[in-house]
T-cell receptor
């Protein structure tokens, strides 16, 4: 049973437009959510996170929104750049075992020039 | 940030054999993690390796299949034993962020294993 779901395997957007990547979770115990970005032949790199006490966190072009009632979070990238093309993983953790990350399967974002 | 290297970067192995993957970090860390990503699947935590103690395995993973060593604070190995084609995966090690936020982890580049 997948506790973190990324239902879109891929997304294609034009350079300069907004990219919206979605993630749903089922475990109510999750209280910390993260997005990782992965380029081919490299390990995932941390991008942005949000605690369950917030509904929005922004870092430059990247904003993560959390809707706890819907158990849904999204990552917005504005404006999208070709260098943003990568696989984006949503991850979640809970409480004292916050090192135990549960990942989604990832969404491949392609930003076209 | 932590710089993590893994060896080998990739390998093709025969079923029934074992492969040991090395993970080296450029700084001392208490916790190191080992993940597996099977084709088309998400990253799954295999175990947590603490220096000076036995590794802690997640549900579905056992020490006989995935023995782990942690001889010091900068190095760990994961062995995939008695391999079968189902073990074909990318294996990654990671360490917590230096701020102490264990959810924010630095990952190595991964070891791509193919079992034939």
């Amino acid at each position: 049973d997948q506790q973190v779901k990324q239902n879109s395997p891929s997304l294609s957007v034009q350079e300069g437009r907004i990219s919206i990547l979605n993630c749903d979770y089922t475990n109510s115990m999750f209280d910390y959510f993260l997005w990782y970005k992965k380029y081919p032949a490299e390990g995932p790199t941390f991008l942005i996170s949000i605690s369950s006490i917030k509904d929005k966190n922004e870092d430059g072009r990247f904003t993560v929104f959390l809707n706890k009632s819907a158990k849904h979070l999204s990552l917005h990238i504005v404006p999208s750049q070709p260098g943003d093309s990568a696989v984006y993983f949503c991850a979640a953790s809970s409480g004292g075992s916050n090192y135990k990350l549960t990942f989604g399967k990832g969404t491949l974002l392609t930003v076209n020039p | 940030s932590a710089v993590i290297s893994q060896k080998p970067s990739r390998d093709i192995c025969q079923r029934g054999t074992s492969l040991t993957i090395q993970c080296q970090v450029d700084s001392q860390v208490t916790m190191m993690f080992w993940y597996r990503q099977q084709p088309g699947q998400s990253l799954t935590l295999i175990a947590t390796a603490n220096q000076g103690s036995e590794a802690t395995y997640e549900s579905g993973f056992v020490i006989d299949k995935f023995p782990i060593s942690r001889p010091n604070l900068t190095f760990s190995t994961l062995t995939v034993s008695n391999m079968s084609p189902e073990d074909s995966s990318i294996y990654l090690c990671s360490v917590p962020h230096t701020t102490g936020d264990n959810s924010r982890q630095y990952f190595g580049p991964g070891t791509r294993l193919t079992v034939t």
